[in-house]
């Protein structure tokens, strides 16, 4: 995978290091020429440009990355900016963050999905998550452990947990199920919110595009992920 990190302070700078060492292609971008230098080596590239400056980033491989992840923190203004030209240069997909309400709202009044809240979010999470493809979240139990969110993919579409066999196949339990749905915010941009539906049985009924919350193994998990991109 091909990842844009702009904004290379603390976050920044370890989701970068950290998916970089996953084996994915990293360029880490910052006006700051000391944070430039600090990760020459321990990132894939580093520029030194202003994201907010449309000539500049036009210069970026755009259209190559997979995921652009504007991660600037301490100026509100330039992280509004830099998501608002790439959403103008309509980059594939598209994640910003947020350090207060009113940003976060902002950002989805811009149409912005996917908001980071580095004070309440890890790096070390948002890179597992970003990792694998198919995951909504993550949290790891420990290092061989971990609790996911997948979405349900069409081919379980209005299949029961025991006729899809997730425990049987590959040995990961489904906790739990939420259904999806969407709403606006204070400003009128739509959000999505998820209802918990309860704990799972082998009974419980699954519809595509919900959530399914997954626990076991990382090998397995990862195994099922791969084995529902294939479809």
Do not use: C
Request: charged share 25%; aromatic share 4%; net charge negative.
């Amino acid at each position: 995978m091909k990842y844009i990190i702009l904004g290379l302070g603390n976050f920044g700078a370890s989701l970068a290091e950290k998916l970089t060492g996953m084996g994915n292609e990293v360029i880490g971008v910052d006006t700051n020429m000391s944070k430039v230098e600090s990760l020459k080596d321990k990132i894939t590239h580093v520029v030194n440009l202003d994201s907010t400056d449309i000539t500049a980033v036009s210069n970026l491989p755009l259209k190559d990355t997979d995921v652009v992840i504007v991660a600037i923190g301490e100026d509100k203004g330039a992280n509004i900016l830099a998501t608002a030209l790439m959403k103008q240069l309509q980059v594939k997909r598209l994640i910003s963050r947020a350090v207060s309400p009113l940003q976060k709202l902002v950002l989805e009044a811009m149409g912005v999905e996917e908001i980071i809240h580095p004070e309440e979010e890890t790096a070390e999470r948002w890179s597992k998550k970003l990792n694998l493809q198919g995951v909504v979240d993550s949290f790891e139990v420990n290092r061989d452990y971990s609790i996911i969110e997948t979405s349900v993919p069409e081919e379980y579409d209005d299949r029961t947990l025991e006729e899809v066999g997730l425990k049987r196949k590959y040995g990961i339990i489904v906790l739990t199920t939420m259904k999806v749905t969407t709403e606006r915010n204070m400003l009128g941009a739509k959000r999505q919110v998820s209802e918990v539906m309860g704990v799972a049985s082998a009974k419980t009924i699954l519809h595509k595009d919900d959530i399914m919350v997954l626990y076991g193994h990382n090998a397995n998990i990862k195994k099922l992920l791969q084995d529902q991109n294939k479809y």
